[in-house]
């Protein structure tokens, strides 16, 4: 009963939050990432930091550090949405926030040269999730997928608080319901795509801290492959890898090909549940096993992601 009522106050918070967005015009203008033509409300992913602030204090102010990281993102995130900030103002933010999140999980015990790649691999992660966030419904079906995998190992592990999950996966989906449409109500924004990054990279650093098995990173398989992929080619051709831009696969099916932007990001999501699915049955073998699943799984989506994209270059891109 009491995730009824959440949900039912996390769905009125984001309507409340539409009137406050359309009061000070804070909307979504298309630019050179942009799939989309029209004006459109922006920082309606706000509310996955909503959820996790009921939860917060609701059940008396558990995990504080890595709230106050949330925080601190959120607030930063929210305000470049706003008005552009300085990269190195939110690099800074965002390195403060990965060190709470950091000393949260306690791991600062870790020899130095661990913990910095694991910093930049953390920021990296989430700076990749907000490039993802392009189309209709890609962020609320990815997160969708992840935390109900996450879920679904926290039956049988305990890593982390349930409830964590729960309430930010019912801030996901009253966002699904206004942005999960051809025709969105709002768009998540920084604020958004950030802030559900930095929860989810939480619970899955939580679980691999735990289980002491990297293997729980193929959570993250889709849409690792193809941000890194994208890097690549941009890189390849010369480009600034720092600069807005619509060459991801998921954008070129969406736009260029004009496979049904709904079923795209429908399919990124369904894609990586069913590979979660498989990773939590392959994180019970050996670990040659693991290794072999998770190479020979990189090598063929991989394989199947360059000529699928190359396949919509030849076919729907002029001069690729």
Known sequence: MIYLVIFVVLFVTELLYFRVADRFNIIDKPNERSSHTSITLRGGGIIFYVGVLAYFVLLGFPYPYFFLGLTLMTVVSFADDIMTLSNKIRLLVHLISVLLMAYELDVFGMPWYYLAITFVVVIGVINAYNFMDGINGITACYSLAVGGLLMLVSHHIDFIDRN?????????????????????????????????????????????????????????????VDTVWTIVRRLSKGENIFQAHRSHLYQYLGNEAGVHKLLVSFLYGALQFGIGVAVIHVAEKSLSFQLIFSVSLLVILSVIYLMTKGYVLRKYVAGN
């Open 164 to 224: 964590l999950l729960i309430y930010s996966m019912l801030s996901v989906l009253v966002f699904a319901f206004f942005n999960f449409r051809t025709k969105a109500k709002c768009f998540a924004g920084d604020v958004g795509s950030v802030a559900i990054a930095f929860i989810l990279i939480f619970a899955l650093a939580a679980l691999i801290l735990t289980t002491q098995n990297l293997i729980y990173m193929l959570f993250l398989t889709v849409y690792g």
